[in-house]
């Protein structure tokens, strides 16, 4: 069992750049969700796939945020034309039913 | 406005002592509660689970109630030890979803076990 795994642990970029985050949950967990944290905060959800169906997105996720999962599998996050605002930890996490299990989260930092 | 509070500033505890968080939430009817340990530069990990029609439950040295009146959790470690210092989560799903809403954190309590 190798847990949630994300990728890159860190990513550094300039602002209005495009990145793209991965997440591979544990395989057999069919609910997926993304969350961004910032310093000091605790992890605020931004969207959630019952396999490959994006079933909720927060009201935090704008028009420059997109997640995909493609055959239920693997998440992918991608934000365009970066802002310096988007600096946080971006976490992933699956589950079975209710307890969700953490990846270790990839830190962007936007200069 | 919903809200969720926890201890802001960091809860200092001699070892051996018991430890107790508490999380108060307004505006919310949560259909249960989680707890999360998380560490420095660490996802957060699960440790319990408690439902509103539930009054308590407990994992080795943790325990968690759970008082829908008064709008509140606590989350107790007994026999603490210095390896229990972390930052220690309350999460709730809303009624609404049917339990796939995503998590809604506070911000988290940071325990100090001294030695």
């Known amino acids: 069992d190798t847990g949630v795994s994300q990728n890159p642990r860190h990513k550094i970029t300039k602002r209005g750049q495009n990145v793209t985050f991965r997440c591979d949950p544990i395989s057999e967990h069919n609910r997926l969700y993304w969350y961004r944290q910032t310093l000091g905060q605790g992890p605020e959800f931004l969207t959630y796939f019952q396999n490959e169906a994006q079933l909720e997105k927060s009201r935090l996720l704008s028009d420059r945020f997109s997640a995909e999962r493609p055959k239920g599998s693997f998440s992918t996050l991608e934000i365009q034309r970066t802002e310096q605002g988007d600096s946080a930890m971006y976490l992933c996490a699956s589950s079975p039913l209710d307890e969700q299990f953490f990846g270790p989260g990839t830190r962007l930092t936007v200069l | 406005s919903q809200k969720i509070e926890q201890n802001s500033e960091a809860l200092n505890i001699q070892e051996g002592k018991t430890a107790t968080l508490t999380c108060n939430y307004t505006?919310?009817?949560?259909?249960?509660l989680q707890w999360y340990r998380q560490d420095p530069g660490r996802g957060p990990v699960f440790l319990l689970l408690i439902r509103e029609n539930e009054k308590e439950k407990r994992k080795e040295r943790l325990k968690v109630t759970f008082d829908t009146t008064l709008k509140q959790s606590l989350f107790h470690i007994t026999a603490s030890q210095p390896a229990d210092s972390a930052t220690y989560l309350c999460?709730?799903?809303?009624?609404?979803?049917?339990?796939?809403?995503?998590?809604?954190f506070g911000k988290g309590t940071h325990l100090i076990i001294q030695p």
């Open positions: 999460a709730l799903v809303p009624h609404s979803g049917g339990g796939a809403d995503g998590l809604t």
């Open positions: 505006n919310y009817s949560p259909a249960y």
